[in-house]
């Protein structure tokens, strides 16, 4: 049931906002959106973000890169922790990188989620270039891998995007959520 709820919602969220995704061979998957909240002006919908940015990351001050509250413009940069499976079946820690950009206008604002870094293992190395982006993945000494390896790497690369995505429908998800959003006389 729950699987099937998960579905419908993932239909849902990209029937009615009609995300666009790009990855080129130079960057990440890129993200955006509009979403409609009638008879709030934007005002009234920055308030909503910026309560939103509160509740959905530890410290909002700290992932607040430009706070205008005048042009209605929010840019947050946040990391994202995860573990996959690497080699051997053993697990390793993994981080996303992204900055979400939030403009608001009367009775609607855009987000775009850019992600802007994926690094994996203790030692945090970046897997931009290497893995995520080439097809087939390359090793950082720019040699292709092969066998065994090269299972490894395609299974990891895509538990990352992956992540990736379920990142982004978390977000959507979360965001369209504050169209719905009635505040009550209490």
Not at 23 to 50: F, R
Not at 150 to 161: P, Y
Request: aromatic share 6%.
């Amino acid at each position: 049931m729950k699987r099937l709820t998960s579905i419908i919602l993932i239909i849902i969220v990209f029937n009615t906002f009609g995300q666009s995704v790009e990855m080129t061979k130079d960057e990440l998957p890129t993200y955006q959106g509009v979403i409609t909240m009638t008879g709030k002006d934007a005002k009234q919908i920055y308030g909503l973000l910026k309560e939103w940015v509160a509740k959905n990351y530890k410290s909002a001050k700290d992932v607040i890169q430009v706070d205008d509250p005048e042009n209605g413009k929010l840019v947050l940069k946040g990391i994202d922790k995860y573990l996959i499976e690497a080699a051997m079946g053993v697990k390793a820690e993994n981080a996303c990188y992204h900055t979400i950009t939030l403009e608001t206008k009367p009775e609607k604002f855009r987000f775009t989620i850019e992600v802007t870094e994926v690094t994996t293992g203790t030692m945090n190395q970046p897997m931009l270039r290497d893995v995520l982006l080439s097809n087939p993945p390359i090793k950082p000494n720019g040699k292709p891998y092969s066998g065994a390896m090269l299972n490894g790497v395609l299974k990891q690369k895509e538990q990352h995007l992956t992540h990736i995505n379920s990142l982004k429908i978390g977000l959507i998800t979360t965001l369209s959520r504050l169209a719905t959003i009635k505040k009550d006389d209490w």
